[in-house]
């Protein structure tokens, strides 16, 4: 069972930058494939960003394309999600998700195995 958790949300003014990051409970998590995903009130959970075991190939959703880049460290077991250029539209829960293989098509939220507890940012105008 892989564990994760979140950290690095808060509260921010439009047009500041956070640095969510995602460790996990065990080496195979290098492994993994990884993404984030993020639920607004009254929104379904929506894909943000997805990155290979690798490292070698990264996905976005257009909404965030530019502003937010995934990333990953597999000596520790982390994968980070670095926001620049915050609005307000990006106030959520973000959560981290695992899928191990084989791998699903990683823009959906169907493909992954384990999910972080989520963790709040709100971005204020």
Known sequence: ???????????????DSLRLSCAASERTFSSAAMGWFRHAPGKERAFVAAITWSGGNTYYADSVKGRFTISRDNAKNTVYLQMNSLKPGDTAVYYCAADKPPYGILRTMYAYD????????????
């Open 1 to 15: 069972q892989v564990q994760l958790v979140e950290s690095g949300g808060g509260l921010v003014q439009a047009g």
């Open 114 to 125: 384990y999910w972080g507890q989520g963790t709040q940012v709100t971005v204020s105008s």
